[in-house]
RNA sequence: GCCGAUGUGGUGAAACUGGCAAACACGCACGACUCAAAAUCGUGUGCCGCAAGGCUUGUGGGUUCAAGUCCCACCAUCGGCACCA
């Protein structure tokens, strides 16, 4: 038996002790970065999923390094994060200890199952040395303007007094206290995001990620193409602006809609008959949590401002002006213009409130048109004017240029993506390092004066203004403005758990550099990332964040690629045993130090990547992990056979080179199942043999070695008792075509495309002599019998079929 | 509603460019070893049929000598977004 237990330390403490997997800038050699997502050491430990992805990237890393790549692969912690400061306020402890303690735990698990991570390269976004960076990047971005303060609505538990962060709000509840969230407004730090939307968005062409990601970001920047169009208000010289995608239907406007919170409607205040109803209406909103208003899918609530029109800038004509919450005050202008015919929103609403339907756009080229119901797509144009009989896409070409003459209509490209709130009213993060004076505004920490270090502090409990808990120490707060020297205060919100995530692909290229984020010339080689391994619970949100600061640094110069993960992979779930996913409330979770402390750590890897396709939900099988097992032990006890010099046969050699091609194909694919299943066979092959050649034995084991990296060190080093350094010092094994070419071949003998027969000849045989072959055989005879050979077909090497009448 | 993905044995799944569907495993059955069990090893295992043979990749159609693979329509499941004008 495979003495797992001692095999698996003994190798682990070799590959430490002589920095087996150290890496160094080394311009002899081709670079690669592999990457995986770097986890939250939460409580709970270490997960199967973490496993999955750090297996993923290990196997890649070991097989691309075989191959002769300077490979670089780091572990760190992404560690600032709620969890620690609720266990700090609970417990009235530093969210640090608890932080540092999980460290601990995770570093000794992944540790344990033995990938080959360059473990001088750990970093820790908690750690001051850090976060000097990830604050030095902060004012790199205000300095570019990026970053900048605006009054928003934040989510407020009022019970827990303090603002919450999107992620803890689940279904419009505190998730710690489960009341009501509110909206309150807060001057709040904003990362202009919005301005790389166009570049977030096209770079994306060039990147080597499966399509649904890129999808995904696409539709999350929500790129629409459209105008603005500028309606008179009768008796005002303000204007109401509205965006639109579809100005073709502007002569079916019957009405304009402004968002509740559009200010414009202040300024009608005098001219609107019914002011007490439409404050009652405004009042109402603001009072409803965002919850019931996007709840309210089917129930779309109004009101017309009476006494005040809109006038249409193509027609001339007078319509009426609602505000309704169906519009929403944060895209576009925060108003439109209403088609009820042809916009499904429109027509709900039109038809509650008894407003004109105006049909303009019709399926076909002729004029009328009798559809009730409302038709959204594109069509030609009725009812409009000079513009009629025109197709949609022309009339909104001709519009715009015509409106852009008369200086009512502008193109415009609004995006759905929103800039990237910064700021969290918490203490477990990175000080924002802005100082506020009275004079100057807002003043940057000066680069000398980094990091701007997380006071110690007696009580995480946030203050109940909504203010971070650091408001509440004097001494930190009360500073001197670093431009004028006066009196000032420091910025008291803290960074969000994605800053420190948005940049450690860059650390881990130079970890220890205290002058600089990372060196010029280090960047220069290893980026970009050439593979990133991760979830799928990052496909917008983070790695849209990474892309966008990597992106404003690279314009700054200081990174040297505009994208940084070349090529993404992202893995399926793992499910518990029941099916259900893995909770501590079912008590199916399966904790990888027993998998380890029952199988061993190769079999517990050779076993999730055996699971199925590395991107599929998979659950976790008992009887099929012993199943690995059992291959794991089988491969061991090749060591009992005889190992020989003799040449290997043919076939040998056949099954072997194939194997080499497979298994070095399917890695590179991410085809991991595929490839051991292709181990299997070998292995089932060798098995057989009454001896080993040698090398052939070595080769086997070298394919296995990303796989099961301490059971092909340990076999290795008993076979080859003359080598003492590790497998993972020598070369990937290469195939020779020639000998994967099979001798003989199975031909399929079809009669009209059924199979009937088959037959072994020589490769490469030709048609003639098959044929001749197959109208022997009796039961092809069978088949041919009273009947007339209209056609053959003929693959080579594959089959013939014989097509009858 | 929109977008995306996926549908193949009892189960996880495989199948290169259209070319012998079910590789490799799990499970199950039988057998060997054992007083017995576990472990291990061996044999078998898509479905119907005694057999010849027939049928089979979510459903229905189509293209083709040949379709899991291509085309059209539909159904189901999962995931994401969701009043973005």
């Known amino acids: 038996m495979y003495d797992y237990k001692n095999i698996e330390k003994k190798w682990q403490k070799y590959w430490e002790d002589n920095k087996t997997y150290k890496v160094e800038i080394d311009k002899n050699k081709k670079k690669f970065y592999s990457l995986v997502e770097f986890p939250y050491p939460s409580g709970a430990g270490v997960h199967v999923g973490h496993v999955k992805g750090q297996t993923a990237v290990d196997i890649f890393s070991r097989f691309k390094r075989m191959n002769g790549y ?16 609720n266990f700090a306020i609970k417990n009235k402890k530093h969210p640090g200890d608890f932080t540092k303690k999980n460290i601990e735990n995770f570093r000794r698990q992944i540790k344990s199952f033995g990938p080959s991570f360059d473990w001088d390269r750990e970093i820790d976004t908690t750690d001051p040395k850090y976060y000097k960076w990830t604050q030095w990047i902060f004012l790199k971005l205000f300095e570019m303007g990026l970053a900048y303060e605006k009054d928003a609505p934040i989510n407020w538990c009022p019970s ?41 968005l096209a770079d994306l062409d ?15 920047i929500g790129k629409s193409e459209g105008a603005e169009i500028d309606f008179e208000i009768d008796g005002f010289s303000e204007k109401i602006k509205v965006f639109t995608t579809r100005i073709d239907t502007i002569f079916g406007c019957s009405y304009v809609v402004l968002a509740p919170e559009n200010k414009l409607v202040l300024k009608l205040k005098a001219k609107i008959k019914n002011w007490q109803e439409v404050q009652n209406y405004i009042n109402e909103i603001k009072n409803k949590t965002d919850l019931e208003r996007t709840d309210l899918n089917k ?37 439109v213009m209403a088609v009820p015919a042809h916009d499904e929103r429109d027509f709900e609403f039109a038809k509650k409130y008894n407003l004109d339907i105006k049909r303009v756009i019709a399926k076909e080229n002729s004029s009328n048109d009798n559809n009730e119901e409302c038709y959204v797509d594109d069509g030609f144009l009725i009812n409009s004017e000079k513009f009629s009989g025109l197709t949609s896409f022309q009339a909104r070409e001709k519009m715009i240029i015509e409106g852009q003459k008369n200086n009512f209509v502008e193109k415009k490209i609004n995006y759905k993506l929103r800039d990237w709130l910064f700021s969290r009213q918490r203490y477990w993060g990175e000080p924002i390092p802005i100082v506020k004076c009275s004079k100057c505004g807002n003043v940057p920490v000066p680069e000398e004066e980094l990091p ?15 203010e971070s808990p650091l408001a509440k120490i004097d001494s930190w707060v009360n500073v001197k403005c670093p431009k004028c020297g006066q009196l000032a205060k420091r910025e008291t919100n803290t960074m ?19 002058k600089k984020m990372a060196s010029e010339e280090s960047l220069k080689y290893f980026m970009p990332v050439d593979i990133y391994f991760g979830g799928a619970e990052h496909t917008t949100v983070h790695l849209l964040y990474s892309r966008f600061w990597n992106k404003a640094l690279y314009d700054q110069g200081i990174v040297p690629v505009s994208e940084p993960y070349k090529r993404r992979v992202q893995h399926g779930l793992i499910l518990a045993e029941d099916g259900r996913k893995m909770s501590k409330r079912w008590g199916n979770v399966i904790n990888p130090d027993d998998v380890i402390e029952s199988y061993g750590a190769d079999v517990m890897r050779v076993y999730i990547m055996f699971m199925g396709p590395y991107g599929d939900t998979s659950a976790w099988s008992t009887s099929a992990i012993n199943g690995i097992n059992r291959f794991v032990n089988k491969i061991w006890s090749l060591l009992e056979k005889e190992v020989c010099d003799e040449l290997a046969d043919k076939e040998t050699l056949n099954i072997l080179h194939k194997t080499i091609k497979k298994v070095g194909e399917d890695i590179e694919n991410i085809s991991f199942h595929t490839a051991i299943s292709q181990l299997m066979i070998l292995l089932n092959y060798l098995s057989s043999l009454e001896k080993i050649n040698k090398e052939v034995f070595n080769v086997y084991l070298k394919l296995l070695a990303p796989f099961t990296p301490h059971l092909s060190e340990e076999m290795y080093q008993r076979l080859n008792s003359d080598v003492n350094q590790s497998i993972f010092d020598f070369s990937w094994p290469e195939y020779d075509l020639d000998l994967i070419k099979d001798e003989k071949v199975k031909i399929a003998i079809q009669i009209n495309g059924k199979l009937r027969d088959s037959l072994e000849v020589n490769f ?16 092809v005879q069978k088949w041919l019998e009273n009947k007339e050979i209209v056609k053959i077909i003929f693959v080579k090497n594959r089959l013939i079929n014989i097509v009858v009448k």
């Open 299 to 335: 129930n779309k609530s109004g009101v017309c401002l009476e006494g005040v029109w809109a006038i249409n800038p193509f027609n001339k004509e007078r319509v009426s002006i609602f505000l309704a919450d169906y519009v929403l005050a944060s895209y576009g202008t925060g108003a």
């Open 496 to 514: 969000p758990q994605w800053a420190g995530s948005s940049w450690y692909f860059l650390r881990y290229i130079d970890p220890h550099n205290e």
């Open 160 to 200: 827990c007094k303090t603002g919450l962060a999107n992620e803890e709000v689940l279904d419009g509840k505190c998730e710690r206290c489960e009341s009501v969230v509110e909206q309150k407004n807060m001057k709040q730090w904003f990362l202009k995001i919005t301005d790389y939307a166009e570049k977030l």
């Open 206 to 220: 060039d990147l080597d990620w499966p399509e649904y990601i890129k999808t995904s970001q696409k539709n999350w």
């Open 70 to 85: 300077n490979v670089l692969n780091a572990m760190g912690w992404d560690a600032f994060g709620l969890p620690a400061e």
């Open 764 to 779: 490469d045989s030709e048609e003639d002599f098959i044929l001749s072959l197959a109208k022997e055989r009796e039961l």
């Open 452 to 466: 701007l270090v997380l006071p110690e502090i007696e009580n995480y409990e946030p203050s109940g203004t909504g």
